[in-house]
C-alpha cells in the first residue's frame, strides 16, 4: 500500500524566506507524487506532479520539489516567499490497483502555510 | 474551459435526513473521483467512476454511502440516514482517463461542505 506522511501540520515563513514543506512516501512500487495547493474555499489546485523522470520537477508559482528515492522524500521549496503563498498544501502518492489498471490519489494530512509580514 | 463543479457549495442538514451531492466534470473527462475531507484532515478516498461503471468503491465508508453517473457526466453522491460524523466537505475531481499506467491530472471542484446537526 501507498501512504504519505507531512511533517508540521503548521509551518510559519517570513516573507522573502525560505518556503520548506516535507513530504515522505512509502510505495512498494515505483511512486507517482503530487503536490496540490488549496487556497481558502477553494479547491484543490495541482502545482506539480513527479512521474518517474527528471527528480527535480518545477511547478507553478515558483515551486519546486524534488524527488529523492534514498530518503523515500519529495519535499516541496519555495525561494521566497510570497504573501499570496498562504495556504494548506497537500502531498499525494498515486496508488495503482492492478485488477482494473485504475488509480486513486492517496493524500497526506496537509501543511497549512501561514506567511508573516 | 470551465472547471469542475459541485453544488451545493453549502448543506446544512439535521441527523438522519438523506443528501444528495452534485459533481459536474470537465467536459470530455472520462474519470471522475469523490473525496472528503474532515476537519484538520487529509483527503480520503470514496469511489472512482470510470465513465458510468465504478470500479473501485472500496473507499465508501458505509452502505449509508452510494454514488451513481449517468451520461459519463454528472455525479451524485448520497449519503444516507446523515450521521454528525459525516460533517465534512466532499470533493469532487475529474480527469481525462484513468488506468492502463496513465497518470492524467485530477482536476479538483470547490466541494461542498456538509454539515450534519
Known amino acids: 500500500a501507498q501512504s504519505v506522511t507531512q511533517l508540521g501540520s503548521h509551518v510559519s515563513v517570513s516573507e522573502g524566506a525560505l518556503v520548506l514543506l516535507r513530504c515522505n512516501y512509502s510505495?512498494?512500487?515505483?511512486?507517482?507524487l503530487f503536490w496540490y495547493v488549496q487556497y481558502p474555499n477553494q479547491g484543490l489546485q495541482l502545482l506539480l506532479k513527479?512521474?518517474?523522470?527528471?527528480?527535480l520537477v518545477k511547478g507553478i508559482n515558483g515551486f519546486e520539489a524534488e524527488f529523492k528515492k534514498s530518503e523515500t522524500s519529495f519535499h516541496l521549496t519555495k525561494p521566497s516567499a510570497h504573501m499570496s503563498d498562504a495556504a494548506e498544501y497537500f502531498c499525494a502518492v498515486r496508488a495503482f490497483f492492478t485488477d482494473f489498471g485504475n488509480e486513486k490519489l492517496t493524500f497526506g494530512t496537509g501543511t497549512r502555510l501561514t506567511i508573516i509580514p | 474551459g470551465a472547471g469542475v463543479s459541485q453544488s451545493p457549495s453549502n448543506k446544512v442538514t439535521e441527523k438522519g435526513k438523506d443528501v444528495e451531492l452534485r459533481c459536474d466534470p470537465i467536459?470530455?473527462?472520462?474519470?471522475l473521483y469523490w473525496y472528503r475531507q474532515r476537519l484538520g484532515q487529509g483527503l480520503e478516498f470514496l469511489i472512482y467512476f470510470q465513465g458510468n461503471s465504478a470500479p473501485d468503491k472500496s473507499g465508501l465508508p458505509s452502505d449509508r454511502f452510494s454514488a451513481e453517473r449517468t451520461g459519463e457526466s454528472v455525479s451524485t453522491l448520497t449519503i444516507q440516514r446523515t450521521q454528525q460524523e459525516d460533517s465534512a466537505v466532499y470533493l469532487c475531481a475529474s480527469s481525462l482517463a484513468s488506468g492502463g499506467g496513465r497518470t492524467d491530472t485530477q482536476y479538483f471542484g470547490p466541494g461542498t461542505r456538509l454539515t450534519v446537526l
Open positions: 467536459s470530455g473527462h472520462t474519470a
Open positions: 513527479y512521474t518517474s523522470a527528471a527528480t
Open positions: 510505495s512498494s512500487v515505483p511512486p507517482y
